[in-house]
């Protein structure tokens, strides 16, 4: 059909029409909040480059938990500052470590939201890469154990979901390996299948205290340039027992996100990273956007690639905004 037959317009005139063929939904049970956990008693700071985040005491985390349920926001990711770190990133798997009380926590006082913790190194070591150093390089194998053992201690400490960011060789094997013989065979692994070595973590290491010490992350995080690769990681994670496939970041790899949904079908999860956030906030605070308006879009491309989940510092804003 060709104009004047057929005139598209006809079901944008208002939003009665726009929104019965809507073909994309945001729902705010399919977002997943960040938050970051530090050490002490009634703390709330502010992260100067992530406007509006906080990093916040075990005690608080009630509070948290109670303004996501009450928005429909029902999982959380969490994420720790530890009171000390060393080489080999010992407090990731302590028994009393930061995650572990975060985890106890939540799961007494909101039994009903879901609790996904980060599994990696970054944070707990004093040289602030994502796995155990031998000769000053990231030593691939000796790094499994300690994420296994992390995993592990989240899941008995009430880990709803684990999430290994690492993008070590092999570890989602080692974590379901671990997870399963120690009865937690129904604890997932939503792996960070497709992690780029991006520029748009700053903020995020700000607010962790993670930022390497020497070098970089490129030797084990992927290349930006490479598209193909990622199959190939994707695929490697489903052979070795992931549940979730996620793509981080998620702007900037929008096409990344879409051939993950054309190749698999297992559930698609993407991380709208600290940067892309933190760029929207700065306009926004500028007046040269529409801070909301943008905000919901950027998701919505999200999702339209075909993600099915979204990890994102706007989830309880976007929220909000759902509810009207």
């Not at 150093?133 to 992390?150: C, F, G, P, R």
């Amino acid at each position: 059909m060709v104009f004047p037959e057929y005139r598209p317009r006809r079901m944008r005139k208002n939003e009665a029409f726009r929104g019965l063929i809507r073909e994309t939904r945001l729902d705010a049970a399919q977002l997943i909040h960040p938050l970051f956990v530090m050490p002490g008693k009634n703390k709330r700071e502010a992260i100067g480059s992530m406007p509006g985040v906080f990093r916040v005491s075990v005690d608080q985390l009630a509070q948290e938990a109670r303004e996501c349920l009450d928005l429909g926001v029902n999982s959380v990711i969490l994420f720790g500052l530890p009171e000390k770190k060393d080489a080999m990133g010992s407090g990731a798997h302590a028994k009393n470590g930061i995650i572990q009380q975060a985890i106890r926590e939540l799961k007494n006082k909101a039994p009903e939201l879901m609790v996904v913790t980060d599994v990696c190194l970054c944070e707990y070591t004093d040289h602030g890469h994502c796995g155990c150093l031998i000769n000053n390089a990231v030593d691939n194998d000796a790094t499994l154990e300690i994420l296994a053992k992390t995993a592990l201690s989240h899941a008995e400490a009430g880990a709803d979901m684990v999430a290994p960011s690492d993008m070590m060789d092999g570890r989602v094997a080692e974590i379901r390996a671990a997870l399963d013989e120690h009865g937690h065979e129904t604890v997932p692994i939503m792996s960070y299948a497709v992690k780029y070595a991006s520029a748009f973590y700053g903020p995020f290491r700000d607010a962790a205290d993670c930022a390497p010490q020497f070098g970089d992350r490129r030797g084990y995080q992927m290349d930006p340039a490479n598209s193909r690769e990622a199959l190939r990681e994707a695929t490697l994670d489903v052979d070795e027992g992931a549940d979730i496939l996620m793509v981080k970041p998620a702007v900037a790899y929008l096409d990344i996100i879409s051939k993950l949904r054309d190749e698999f079908d297992l559930p698609i999860a993407a991380y709208h990273v600290s940067g892309e956030y933190a760029m929207i906030k700065a306009a926004a605070e500028k007046g040269w956007i529409d801070g909301d308006k943008v905000m919901a879009e950027t998701l919505l491309s999200i999702k339209r690639a075909g993600a099915d989940i979204i990890i994102t510092y706007f989830a309880k804003d976007m929220a909000r905004l759902l509810r009207g």
